[in-house]
């Protein structure tokens, strides 16, 4: 990676570094001097750090930045809290809109963090060319971002990509209603946090891995995949219960866990729900290489 970091065209500029996502990709990346990132509020005055509201700023963030990549991690919807409707068509399409159009209009490349809920309620590895069946504002949303991604490279000429993002955890994640962090902080505690029924599956994927489909996918696009979308995901579904036995062991819990101690939300599904992600390999060069175990591990010593 440290040479795909370094063989990117600059300045690089990623978008929404002060989330999850972003912030770790702005962190890898910060090796090099000519990687800019924004926030939405002041967090540490670093000189290559813009606070700003892009629904307002995207033009001028781009003509100060005159960046050849941008990664695109700026999304509003994908957690329980965040359920203003008309926000979320605001940030994930009307925002988007402009955002390629200036890229298109500076030449850049073009990454966007695209999300597995384009699918909807299609869960057992689907394919790209899958059709969706939206199941939320957000997942609807999503999709169109992605339409938008296919227009821009497909007939705009612009190098850009979507990447369809599972289940990410790591480093920085949110703990407010994020499995993983709550089962982490309470493991560090000797206990488990309430668990949902034990059968529903995810598809858990490290931050890292997902940093590196970034990298890979601004440094390795191809002209005739402008404008596609990439599932980014390890294949693997995990069950709740292969999940909680993981972090017993990981973390040397003496009990045992127990479900069904807290009420299904409305996106848990019981099956299989992972990704299919053998056109990364094979476009991209990308797959995840950070186990669940070695995740936890790794999540442990933060």
């Given amino acids: 990676m440290e040479t795909l970091i370094s063989n990117l065209e600059g300045p690089v500029l990623v978008l929404g570094a002060g989330g999850f996502i ?26 290559h750090r813009i606070t700003c509201d892009l629904q307002s700023n995207a033009r001028a963030v781009i003509e100060l930045v ?52 384009e699918y909807g309620a299609v869960l057992d590895a689907p394919p790209e060319d899958t059709l969706p069946r939206p199941n939320s504002h957000y997942a609807i949303a999503k999709h169109a971002a992605a339409g938008l991604v296919h227009f821009y490279g497909k007939h705009r000429g612009l190098r850009c990509c ?45 931050v890292d891995d997902v940093c590196e489909a970034f990298v890979a996918a601004a440094a390795r696009l191809k002209s005739q995949y402008y404008g596609e979308s990439f599932n980014i995901g390890t294949g693997t579904a995990t ?28 996106y848990d599904f019981i099956g299989r729900w992972c990704s299919d992600p053998r056109k990364a390999l094979t476009v991209l060069n990308w797959r995840a290489k950070i186990g669940l175990r070695e995740g936890l591990e790794l999540a442990k010593g933060h």
Avoid: M
Wanted: with cysteine; charged share 25%; aromatic share 12%.
């Fill in 66 to 117: 005159k960046p050849a990549t941008i990664f695109d991690c700026v999304a509003y919807g994908g957690y329980l809290n965040q359920d203003d409707v008309p926000r979320i068509y605001d940030t994930n399409v009307k925002l988007k809109v402009e955002l390629l159009s200036w890229a298109r209009t500076y030449g850049c490349t073009y990454i966007h963090a695209g999300s597995s809920s």
């Fill in 239 to 266: 069950s709740i219960r292969e999940l909680a036995g993981a972090v017993r062991d990981v973390f040397g819990l003496k009990r045992d866990p127990e479900f069904a101690t807290q009420p299904n939300r409305e």
């Fill in 162 to 206: 979507n990447l369809r993002l599972y289940a990410v955890y790591g480093a920085g994640e949110p703990e407010d209603n994020r499995l993983i962090p709550q089962l982490i902080k309470a493991a560090k505690a000797g206990s488990y946090p309430p668990l949902v029924d034990p059968n529903i599956t995810r598809d858990f994927t490290h």
């Fill in 22 to 47: 972003g912030g770790n990709l702005f962190r890898q990346l910060g090796r090099r001097s000519d990687v800019y990132g924004t926030w939405r509020r002041e967090q540490s005055f670093r000189s």
